[in-house]
């Protein structure tokens, strides 16, 4: 994979998901290997809205690569409570480190903040955007469980908001998958990310209720609904809720469907779930650390 940033996961072919999910493999399966890997390396967190998942595990790939990282903290204690833009503070920042990881509230942040860096930056999500990088570990996660051709997966819950959901959808495109998108008509994919997915060859299929096509599935990627990215509080809530499952919901699913989300929940999927074989979202999390292992060493290889 040669790219000098990672914003969106239509930059990605088919043959750079098989590299980073092969070389994520390589990590997973012998982690020690790679413990000095990027020794004396130094990557920079900057993340404008909360993360958990996405945070923790940059800085656990970087530290578990040999690297280091240094984080630009909570925005309330930063320059940007005195004014300072976006691009100054990348610039800023790129003194310090040999990559960017970069997490903002706007659409289209990443990839402005891309043309001021001459490191390697990476879109850890970007409003109702791209999560390129999430979409990485949910292929990952997928090709472990039911492989990543010839399948079938449901995307459910927030499609209008949801990043992580636009970039997956993208990037399905690359394999042999028919996809069903399950929402409220409110929360339907957006007409820009519809268009893509068009022009990449595959077939909307969409859908009300989650019942049409359950017994189809090998994948039902389940996602929040994204109250903080809706303009309207009303709104939010003629739909909070609408869209749950328990154990009694998967009656008709096959023995082998593959339960996903990329966290956190709130009420989408009951905790009985947990402790079924469907339950495949803390494994999800986990594989965050061996994928961004594997993409923050082909970056800074490349990048050298």
Same mark, same amino acid.
Request: glycine share 6%; proline share 5%; with cysteine.
């Given at each position: ?9 239509? &930059? +990605?072919? /088919?043959?750079? *998901? ?31 809205? $909360? ?11 970087? =530290? ?16 940007? =409570? ?16 040999? #990559? ?50 010839? *399948?079938?997966?449901?995307?459910? @819950?927030?499609?209008?908001? @949801? ?14 998958? /028919? ?10 994919? $957006? ?9 990449? @060859? ?12 359950? $017994? ?8 929040? *609904? ?17 869209? &749950? ?7 008709? #699913? ?5 339960? !996903?989300?990329?966290?956190? /929940? ?17 494994? &999800? ?7 961004? !292992?594997? +993409? ?9």
């Amino acid at each position: 994979m040669r790219q000098d940033h990672l914003i969106s996961a239509a &930059q +990605l072919s /088919r043959e750079d *998901i098989e590299a980073v999910l092969d070389r994520a493999a390589e990590i997973d399966a012998d982690p020690a290997a790679w413990q000095q890997r990027r020794a004396g390396e130094v990557l920079g967190l900057c993340f404008f809205e $909360p993360s958990t998942r996405t945070r923790m595990s940059f800085d656990t790939a970087m =530290k578990r690569l040999g690297g280091r990282t240094v984080d630009m903290g909570p925005v309330e204690s930063s320059s940007v =409570k005195k004014g300072e833009t976006l691009a100054d503070t990348v610039r800023v920042v790129e003194g310090y480190a040999d #990559a960017l990881v970069l997490r903002h509230p706007y659409e289209g942040a990443a990839s402005m903040a891309s043309e001021f860096v001459d490191v390697p930056l990476v879109n850890a999500g970007d409003g109702a955007g791209q999560h390129p990088t999430q979409t990485l570990l949910d292929l990952y996660t997928i090709r472990e469980n039911v492989g990543l051709d010839g *399948i079938t997966v449901g995307i459910m @819950g927030d499609l209008k908001y @949801g990043r992580t959901v636009h970039s997956l959808a993208e990037a399905l495109t690359n394999f042999d998958v /028919r996809q069903h998108f399950v929402s409220p008509e409110s929360l339907q994919l $957006p007409r820009s990310v519809r268009y893509d997915l068009h022009e990449s @060859g595959a077939q909307v299929r969409e859908h009300t209720e989650l019942d049409e096509v359950l $017994p189809e599935l090998d994948v039902l990627y389940v996602t929040r *609904i994204q109250r903080e990215r809706f303009p309207d509080e009303n709104e939010y809530r003629k739909v909070a809720g609408e869209y &749950q499952i328990g154990l009694d919901d998967l009656s008709a #699913a096959k023995d082998s469907l593959t339960v !996903m989300h990329p966290l956190p /929940r709130v009420d989408e999927i009951a905790p009985e779930i947990d402790d079924t074989a469907y339950a495949k979202y803390f494994e &999800q999390a986990h594989n965050g650390v061996p994928v961004r !292992m594997a +993409l923050l060493d082909m970056l800074l290889e490349d990048s050298q």
